[in-house]
């Protein structure tokens, strides 16, 4: 699984190869079943992972009712950062919606490999930056299209997610319920 990791640093940042196995050797190695959860709402996250291989759902839970903030895919970072930077609860459970294959490393760690290494600390904000502005994303569309019009934009910019995630997690994403995307998609392919 290491390999993954290692190529995504070689492809993706200036690091020296030295530099680059140092890093990659900081982490270890996870499994996780379908289902299981890899950080709960309410626990103080620890770790900064990479998924390697299958694919997790980020979301919150309040009365009863779940809300996907996001699907985290293969060659990706993830963390409940809140929860890692300022040592609080998460307030997101991130739980394996397959079976999946991740490494980690923890806070301390992850904090001396920033400080030490400029152009990880480089790939990090990247890598920050990226999920902000997806979240910026996510946040207008809630505020200026329609249910349909999400459907339609999630459908042209990543029409496989239909094929991967569950159709119950990917409603809760739009913020509507099954029955409204089916009828959506039908509608879709007719």
């Known amino acids: 699984m290491k390999e993954k990791l290692l190529k995504y640093l070689a492809d993706f940042s200036t690091l020296t190869v030295n530099d680059i196995l140092i890093i990659v050797d900081s982490f270890q190695e996870k499994e996780l079943s379908k289902n299981d959860f890899l950080i709960k709402q309410g626990d103080i996250s620890k770790d900064f992972f990479f998924v390697c291989e299958g694919i997790l759902r980020i979301y919150h839970e309040a009365d009863e009712e779940e809300i996907t903030l996001q699907f985290v895919f293969p060659i990706s970072f993830a963390a409940s950062l809140s929860s890692l930077a300022f040592n609080m609860p998460s307030q997101w459970n991130m739980q394996a919606i397959t079976n999946c294959k991740l490494l980690y490393t923890d806070r301390d760690v992850h904090h001396e ?69 089916s009828r959506l998609r039908k509608k879709q392919f007719m």
């Open 113 to 181: 490999i920033m400080s030490k290494y400029a152009n990880a600390l480089n790939i990090y904000e990247s890598q920050f930056l990226k999920a902000f502005s997806n979240l910026e994303n996510r946040l207008l569309s809630f505020l200026h299209l329609n249910a349909e019009q999400r459907f339609q934009k999630l459908f042209s910019e990543q029409p496989q997610i239909f094929n991967l995630v569950p159709l119950k997690y990917i409603a809760s994403s739009l913020g509507i319920t099954a029955e409204t995307l």
